[in-house]
């Protein structure tokens, strides 16, 4: 386990339907990022909350939306998705510190998400 | 080898060999790398990280050489066993002004363990 948990962790739905996926970390960070991770490619960032502030959106679509409440919890609103969606869906989290220093972000289990 | 952006390569070997996987990371001033582990149906783990000020960092059964002339990373598992099979890939990281949070992601290389 690495501390950061994701749920649900398989999640199947329509084009039309509004679902959210949940990310917390019990690790003490203040940064935390949701990645789509599509069959052969890098991962790809998608938002980054650092201090409950968004500091990226990757030029993602609209469709997807994050939402910060806290330094624990992040969640990613997802609504009018298409089959090219379907990825699985990666929550990360770090400690950031203002200097130079980079800390390594770990991984929840990830959503297993498919757009039919 | 894995370069970002490339096809997935696999390696394959024995149960007790030693397993090293290799990198070519595309930014000269990148300074900070890290190796993570993916098996099947997880997310990935981190395994170990280095900093370019290091040529060379060991963990438990793992060590990563970093060479900065040629932009090279490589991670060496010791005594390879099965439950090392998983995808390895590398991220590196540039630190530019408050933004030490981007990492860039390999697509990795597939580690196949044979008892």
């Known amino acids: 386990e690495t501390g950061v948990t994701q749920t649900p962790r398989h999640l199947v739905m329509g084009m039309t339907n509004k679902k959210s996926l949940k990310c917390e970390q019990h690790?003490?960070?203040?940064?935390m990022y949701w990645y789509k991770q599509s069959a052969k490619k890098p991962l790809e960032l998608m938002f980054v909350y650092s201090l409950e502030e968004r500091v990226e959106n990757n030029s993602v679509p609209s469709r997807f939306s994050p939402e910060c409440p806290n330094s624990s919890h992040l969640f990613l609103h997802l609504h009018t998705l298409q089959p090219e969606d379907s990825a699985l869906y990666l929550c990360?989290?770090?400690?950031?510190?203002?200097?130079?220093?980079?800390?390594?972000?770990?991984f929840g289990p990830g959503t297993r998400l498919t757009v039919l | 080898g894995e370069s970002v952006g490339l096809h997935l390569p696999t390696l394959s070997v024995q149960e007790g060999d030693n397993s090293i996987i290799n990198c070519a990371y595309s930014n000269s001033a990148s300074d900070y790398f890290i190796w993570y582990k993916q098996e099947s149906g997880k997310g990935p783990q981190f395994i170990i990280d280095?900093?370019?000020?290091?040529d060379k960092r060991q963990g438990q059964r793992v060590t990563v050489l970093l060479n900065k002339t040629v932009k090279h990373l490589s991670l060496q598992i010791a005594a390879t066993q099965p439950g090392d099979s998983a995808v390895y890939f590398c991220?590196?990281?540039?630190?530019?002004?408050?933004?030490?949070?981007?990492?860039?992601f390999g697509k990795g290389t597939l580690l196949t363990v044979n008892p």
């Open positions: 690790l003490g960070h203040n940064a």
């Open positions: 280095i900093r370019s000020n290091m």
């Open positions: 990360a989290s770090s400690q950031q510190t203002s200097g130079r220093a980079h800390m390594a972000q770990y």
């Open positions: 991220a590196e990281n540039l630190n530019s002004g408050g933004s030490n949070y981007k990492l860039t």
